[in-house]
């Protein structure tokens, strides 16, 4: 063998008699004491030696690198020998084989132990009884190690069926669940819940949602937000263990939307979301999606869908996949940042963004215009609350025409001045600084511009209005679009035009930004 390994101090008897040595060892097999380098740190200590374990492909796993004679260690390695004993000079090597808990003869790790003194019975059986500790920790080791792969591959699995779900690819999911969650899917309903919690205890709220739930709900690490785990749940029994597991948690918080179709899970995951913000100001730290009135429901549905149907006619040349596809990221879109609706998707941001630049091509629609994307968000809701719609049916009415005739009812008019008249009571005339914001497209400082005050104040006035409306307004979503709609029934906002060829494009310059902003 080449080389020469410097031997650690002579070798002395262990102390305390023949049997210390031993309990010394069990005690490496102790919860607490379950480490590979401590336990051939002791070997070393113990036999006098210098110690290195590899692995197969020669990779240090403890101990010390050793200058090895290359063919023993790699008959040792393939099983072809369990054992050597070699001479170097003054050295004296043992290369013991550590098996593999798989099927074959090869080995997982070789350990190689050098000194200056021969090995004596007492030395050989301290070294084959550390083998056989070091085989039952590398065993340990990867049993731990293919537990988390395979917890990786299911939260992965979980992940790809959340993400066919949103973009509302049903079967795929459905086959996709079946194979490790028979039945899962099979009703053609469900609730989305999402949990919120601190984002370093996220993975034990997750493994206590499927222990709570015990197979009857998907759960998803959000992949969008560190703090939030979001849940599918087909069954009714699923909202009470969810309650039940955030009662016993302080600090976590739990909101739910209300029973929607699987395809409609964006959706209900928007809905989720929105009841989240409302929990964290409950006793019960829970709440669902309130059932409350929306501009929509006070539309002549005929006529809504009408409008809805010629609004959306651009798309009918679309293939029914991609069209799907395009909707369901729109939707999304519109709810969520760019990168976090990329992130829930499982996609890019400039995916996320070249499928909403599509969309508003085909529909000759400005998403940089406040007003066009309350109004497209309006119609892509439309017709997932209502489903498909007969392309043939679609009127030749223009577009704006008819939606101006949808803002016209006595109850619509109605419930606008009820929402933006609870702002008059302010003394900083919060309803003029929010027509001038929601006017500039969401941007405080040409609203300030606008009004002749600082963009602070703007903001400042616009997150006071929040609480007021009972509406979020600075993050977007269906909450600003039903207070836009409301400024275009009053009057305070013109109506734009939909359907009328435009740019379209969806603001590329900012990253973290709404898509829609």
Excluded at 40 to 68: F, I, K, M, N
Excluded at 362 to 382: Q, Y
Excluded at 400 to 408: D, H, I, K, S
Aim: hydrophobic share 45%; aromatic share 4%.
């Amino acid at each position: 063998m080449p080389g020469r390994v410097d031997g650690g101090p002579a070798f002395q008897q262990p102390y305390g008699g023949d049997s210390a040595w031993a309990q010394e060892l069990l005690d490496h097999l102790r919860p607490a004491g379950r480490d590979l380098a401590r336990l051939v740190a002791w070997l070393a200590r113990t036999a006098g030696a210098s110690v290195c374990l590899q692995d197969a492909h020669g990779g240090l796993l403890a101990g010390e690198y050793l200058p090895l004679d290359a063919a023993v260690v790699a008959d040792v390695a393939a099983g072809r020998i369990s054992a050597a004993a070699l001479q170097d000079g003054e050295r004296h090597v043992r290369l013991v084989g550590i098996r593999h808990p798989g099927p074959g003869a090869a080995a997982g790790a070789v350990l190689a132990v050098a000194r200056p003194a021969p090995f004596d019975r007492h030395t050989a059986e301290i070294l084959g009884r550390t083998a056989g500790v070091l085989e039952l920790l590398l065993r340990e080791r990867e049993l731990a190690q293919a537990g988390r792969r395979l917890r990786r591959a299911t939260a992965d699995l979980r992940l790809a069926i959340l993400q066919l779900l949103m973009v509302e690819d049903t079967v795929s999911a459905r086959r996709v669940a079946a194979g490790l969650w028979p039945g899962l899917l099979e009703q053609d309903t469900a609730r989305v819940y999402v949990l919120e919690g601190d984002a370093a205890e996220r993975d034990r709220l997750a493994d206590a949602c499927v222990d709570a739930i015990d197979g009857r709900a998907l759960v998803v690490r959000c992949p969008a937000v560190d703090e939030h785990v979001i849940v599918v749940g087909p069954f009714a029994e699923v909202a009470e263990r969810l309650r039940s597991l955030v009662a016993e948690r302080p600090g976590t918080y739990l909101g739910g939307s209300p029973r929607q179709r699987l395809a409609l899970t964006a959706t209900a995951y928007g809905q989720a979301v929105t009841a989240l913000a409302v929990a964290r100001f409950r006793p019960e730290r829970a709440a669902v999606y309130a059932a409350r009135t929306r501009p929509a429901q006070l539309m002549d549905p005929t006529a809504l869908c009408a409008w809805t149907a010629a609004v959306l006619r651009p798309l009918d040349t679309l293939p029914h996949h991609v069209r799907a596809e395009l909707l369901a990221t729109t939707r999304l879109g519109l709810e969520f940042t760019a990168v976090n609706a990329a992130k829930v998707l499982g996609v890019s941001r400039n995916t996320v963004r070249a499928r909403m630049d599509r969309i508003a091509a085909l529909l000759g629609a400005d998403f940089s215009r406040l007003t066009v994307r309350a109004l497209a968000h309006a119609a892509l809701n439309t017709e997932a609350a209502h489903g498909p719609y007969d392309p043939g049916d679609a009127p030749d009415t223009p577009v704006r025409a008819r939606f101006t005739e949808l803002l016209g009812t006595s109850a619509l008019r109605s419930w606008a001045e009820g929402l933006l008249g609870r702002l008059d009571e302010d003394g900083r005339d919060l309803r003029r600084t929010l027509r001038a914001w929601t006017g500039a497209d969401a941007h405080a400082e040409r609203a300030a511009q606008a009004l002749g005050v600082h963009a602070q104040t703007v903001r400042e006035h616009v997150r006071a209005a929040e609480p007021v409306l009972e509406r979020r307004l600075t993050a977007g979503g269906t909450d600003l679009y039903e207070v836009v709609l409301a400024h275009l029934v009053t009057g305070e906002l013109p109506a734009p035009d939909l359907g009328v060829p435009g740019p379209g494009a969806a603001n590329p310059d900012q990253p973290d930004a709404s898509v829609h902003r």
